[in-house]
């Protein structure tokens, strides 16, 4: 015996779908974007201050001293 339709929750269910293809395909755009931007300023991130600098047991970067 086939099952009763139940228009509406499907159709919920194809407005989620497609809603969430829509965001994942706007997160890696967005992605792309940011990767693209790094890339074209010439900084990379391990040229930053931050990752010259000694970490402490809390993951924190030790004062400078002196």
């Given at each position: 015996m086939?099952?009763?339709?139940n ?15 829509k965001?994942a ?15 074209g300023?010439?900084a990379?991130?391990e ?8 970490l402490?047991?809390t993951?924190e ?6």
């Open positions: 086939a099952r009763k339709p228009y509406k929750f499907e159709r919920i269910q194809r407005e989620r779908n497609k809603a969430a293809k965001e395909r706007r997160a890696a755009k967005e992605e792309r974007s940011a990767q693209k931007n790094t890339e300023d010439g990379s991130p040229t930053s201050d931050t990752a010259d600098a000694e402490d047991e993951g970067p030790e004062p400078e001293i002196g």
